[in-house]
């Protein structure tokens, strides 16, 4: 079982940055693929990144592009989501997600691949 708390939500105003965190328990963290998701309200959740168990490589919605990067510390047990240049269409809850198999992270872009979820950071760019 593997428990995840995500962190570093707020209010930010349209071009800040923010990086949003991800603690995981338990001793495999470092063999889980990792993705973020967001959910606006009245939106379906949506495939923001990903990252492969070893960091090695990463995958993106197009929306996030250039201006979004995730990266992993897996002595620190901890996925990050480094946020720049924020746009009001980035306002939504933030979720990570730890999958059990161990792919290419271009293969995690469904929730549906992922075993665990956190409880979600609420961001909100104002304009």
């Known amino acids: 079982q593997v428990q995840l708390v995500e962190s570093g939500g707020g209010l930010v105003q349209a071009g800040g940055s923010l990086r949003l965190s991800c603690a995981a328990s338990g001793r495999t963290f470092s063999s889980y693929a990792m993705g973020w998701f967001r959910q606006a309200p009245g939106k379906e959740r949506e495939f923001v990144g990903a990252?492969?168990?070893?960091?090695?490589?990463?995958d993106y919605a197009d929306s996030v592009k250039g201006r979004f990067t995730i990266s992993r510390d897996n002595a620190k047990n901890t996925v990050y989501l480094q946020m720049n240049v924020l746009k009001p269409e980035d306002t939504a809850v933030y979720y990570c997600a730890a999958a059990k198999s161990s792919y290419s992270a271009y293969y995690y872009r469904q929730t549906n691949k992922y075993d665990y979820w956190g409880q979600g950071t609420q961001v909100t760019v104002s304009s």
């Open positions: 990252i492969s168990w070893s960091g090695g490589s990463t």
